[in-house]
């Protein structure tokens, strides 16, 4: 075709034919920048469909991080509805003194004190964020709701660092402080420690009439009944300031998620 016009150009020339000369070579000129914006369209398009084809392999991963959240959180937040529930029973028993059924008393706060964490399956995001490849994904939906997520998580983590702070404090401290020193070389010792920390629902391996003791002690002392309140009142603002406030935008972001993907 090049060819073509530049015989057609160099006739022109010879013929002297000025004006028709000039129009074929603005035609030429015309037609080669145009093959070359069509060649540019044409890459640009294969860049976008590659930028597209990469974008959506974050979001089906976006996607499969974000509904492991949703059920661990779903599962946490009855755990930790749980604890509620378990402090509220130890601070009723300890208005009215009772401690008879002391391995039920046990086992409430071995629930209570039990410590948890939520800890988000964010590789994604966070691979997203550290490699500059967030602008990949295009919706600002999609995007802004992500970093909402993780800003929330961040609140979540300072809140439970002040909470378990309460634990040590409140809980922890005033329970070991009743409790003797152990021979950690003594195998049977050993046992007992597991089994405290690890107890099974039938039984405790402590004296009972020792555990009464230590429970009508910790139910005359005012730090641990404000650590039970505490633990009480922290979970549940966990549970609806936190953990609701995260599975309420997880969904919203799956929903963005799948309607993007049908794109």
């Known amino acids: 075709m090049i060819r073509f016009f530049r015989n057609i150009r160099k006739k022109l ?14 035609g030429e000129i015309l037609l ?13 398009w294969n860049e976008n469909r590659k930028e597209r084809l990469i974008e959506i392999n974050y979001l089906k991963n976006l996607k499969h991080d974000l509904q492991n959240d949703s059920t661990d959180l779903v599962e ?32 409430l706060y071995v629930t209570v004190a039990l410590w948890y964490e939520f800890v988000p399956n964010n590789n994604t995001f966070e691979e997203l964020r550290s490699s500059g490849n967030l602008q990949l994904i295009k919706s600002d939906s999609i995007k802004n ?50 089994d405290w920390y690890y107890p099974r629902l039938q039984k ?44 309420r935008e997880i969904s919203k972001l799956i929903r963005l998620i799948d309607q993007d993907l049908k794109k």
């Open 32 to 44: 080669v920048v145009i093959g070359i914006l069509i060649a540019l369209q044409i890459n640009n």
């Open 145 to 194: 709701l992500l970093l909402d997520l993780n800003k929330e998580n961040e609140e979540l983590v300072s809140t439970r660092e002040h909470m378990r702070r309460e634990y040590d404090y409140y809980l922890y401290d005033q329970r070991a402080a009743l409790m003797s020193f152990l021979d950690v070389n003594d195998p049977d010792e050993i046992q007992f420690v597991y």
């Open 76 to 107: 946490y937040k009855r755990i930790r509805l749980g604890v509620v529930k378990a402090a509220n029973e130890l601070l009723s028993n300890a208005k009215l003194q009772q401690v008879n059924d002391v391995y039920r008393l046990d086992s």
């Open 204 to 247: 405790v391996n402590e004296n009972k009439i020792k555990l009464q003791q230590n429970f009508r002690t910790l139910f005359n002392n005012t730090k641990f009944i404000n650590g039970l309140a505490l633990a009480a009142g922290n979970n549940r603002w966990i549970v609806e300031d936190h953990y609701d406030t995260m599975l």
């Open 13 to 26: 020339a010879a013929e002297n034919k000025v004006a028709q000369y000039l129009r074929y070579a603005f």
